[in-house]
């Protein structure tokens, strides 16, 4: 069973903190990994994608990746009440077709 | 920017009926998806669809779920029998050729079965 394992939270965090989320996944084969925000009743939306182990910055957030360890994190640095929504780590797998398996995602609130 | 599409909204249906979701996908995209959210749980992945051809499937995808694209821009889901436990968020997303995993949803269509 494939499975991507995420703290359901809520995670709580000043204006201007930074938040860290965090994520692990069980299958070694997966090859591509996501974070999405979903905000209450509405789509998932892709922030991050990142693909080989390392860092990847995009304006306010870090993706980190360590395949060895088989942890992705994501980073929101000046967190922004906006920011209070469902972040989803994601994994994208090739068996032949795309797959991608959902954490169920850990909630943030960004306090004012 | 250009985004996809899902109709209905909304739809009520009753236990055993046939429901079709509609979708309209980002247009040079060439890799489609649906995946459905019972409230309060996660994400799960239905079916890809890419070349006119299932991709891939998962467990959930059982025989009363088919895909087509009947045409050269909708994609639709048709559920032939509904259950209670279909009841849930059905979202389609696509993806370009490029990067077949960097999903772009729609909007969601929440089906309820009654």
């Known amino acids: 069973q494939k499975e991507v394992e995420q703290n359901s939270g809520p995670l709580s965090v000043p204006e201007g903190a930074i938040a860290s989320l965090n994520c692990t996944y069980s299958?070694?084969?997966?090859?591509?990994f996501f974070w999405y925000r979903q905000y209450s009743g509405k789509s998932p939306e892709l922030i991050m994608s990142?693909?080989?182990?390392g860092d990847k910055e995009d304006g306010r957030f870090t993706a980190q990746l360590n395949k060895a360890s088989q942890y992705v994190s994501l980073l929101i640095r000046d967190s922004q009440p906006s920011d209070s929504a469902t972040y989803l780590c994601?994994?994208?797998?090739?068996?032949?077709?795309?797959?991608?398996?959902f954490g169920a995602g850990t909630r943030l609130f960004v306090k004012a | 920017e250009p985004e996809v599409t899902q109709t209905p909204s909304h739809q009520v249906t009753q236990m055993g009926q046939e429901v079709i979701l509609r979708c309209v996908p980002i247009?040079?995209?060439?890799?489609f998806y649906w995946y459905r959210q019972i409230l309060g749980q996660k994400v799960e992945f239905l079916v890809s669809?890419?070349?006119?051809?299932?991709?891939?499937k998962s467990e959930i995808f059982d025989d009363q779920f088919s895909v087509e694209r009947p045409d050269g821009s909708n994609f639709t889901l048709k559920i032939r029998s509904t259950k209670l436990e279909d009841s849930a968020m059905y979202f389609c997303?696509?993806?370009?050729?490029?990067?077949?995993?960097?999903?772009?949803f729609g909007p969601g269509t929440r089906l309820t079965v009654t």
């Open positions: 997303a696509s993806s370009d050729p490029g990067a077949p995993h960097e999903q772009y």
């Open positions: 299958d070694r084969g997966s090859q591509s």
């Open positions: 990142i693909y080989s182990n």
């Open positions: 994601a994994v994208g797998l090739y068996t032949g077709g795309f797959k991608t398996i």
């Open positions: 247009s040079n995209h060439l890799y």
């Open positions: 669809f890419y070349n006119n051809e299932i991709s891939e």
